[in-house]
Each structure stands twice: as structure tokens, then as C-alpha cells.
Nanobody, 115 residues
Framework: QVQLVESGGGLVQAGGSLRVSCAAS????????MGWYRQAPGKQRELVGI???????NYADSVKGRFTISRDNAKNTVYLQMNSLKPEDTAVYFC?????????WGKGTLVTVSS
């Protein structure tokens, strides 16, 4: 089993920055992708961005140029640096890890951006 624990969410004013982290533990053998999704109230979960083992990243259009994903493979940790935050970025942010085709999810961390 794989466990994912997010941290770093909170309340921030519009235009501010926040960094969330996700540490993976357990039966980790061959991570393919780590990344972030988010779910705003009343909306479906959506992709924020992902980082592959090869170092490539992919972002949702809504966060390009503002958010940056990075990975520390030695620590099995993925980070999401969020800059120029907007009220519409308010959501629960979920960490995702894919290993051998299986998706694992964290419990989520709430990010609230006030206007």
C-alpha cells in the first residue's frame, strides 16, 4: 500500500503565494507520475499539474505561468508552488501518485484564497 500525506494548505490573500507538499510512503517501487489535482466546492476534481519521472511537467491552462511542480525523488515528495493566487484557485488540493498503472490519492489539503 502507498500512503500520501499533504501539508501546507491554508488561507492566503489574492495575489499571494503558498506552497503545498506531499510525501509518499509505503510500498514505493517505481513511481511513474506524481502530481496535483484540485476540487472546488460543487465542481469536479480537475488536474492542476503533474511531473513525470523524466522531469517533464504538464499543467492545466488555468495555472500555467503561476504554479510550479517539483519533485524530490530521494524523498518521494512532490511540491506545488502557487504564486499570484486568485479566489478561483480556492479548492481542496489532492496529491496523486501513479505506480504500475495504479493511482493513489492523498486526503487533500484546503487552500482558500480571499479576495
Amino acid at each position: 500500500q502507498v500512503q500520501l500525506v499533504e501539508s501546507g494548505g491554508g488561507l492566503v490573500q489574492a495575489g499571494g503565494s503558498l506552497r503545498v507538499s506531499c510525501a509518499a510512503s509505503g510500498n514505493i517501487f517505481s513511481i511513474e507520475v506524481m502530481g496535483w489535482y484540485r476540487q472546488a466546492p460543487g465542481k469536479q476534481r480537475e488536474l492542476v499539474g503533474i511531473a513525470s519521472n523524466g522531469g517533464g511537467t504538464n499543467y492545466a491552462d488555468s495555472v500555467k505561468g503561476r504554479f510550479t511542480i517539483s519533485r524530490d525523488n530521494a524523498k518521494n515528495t512532490v511540491y506545488l508552488q502557487m504564486n499570484s493566487l486568485k479566489p478561483e484557485d480556492t479548492a481542496v488540493y489532492f496529491c496523486n501518485l501513479k505506480q504500475w498503472g495504479v493511482n493513489y490519492w492523498g486526503k487533500g489539503t484546503l487552500v482558500t484564497v480571499s479576495s
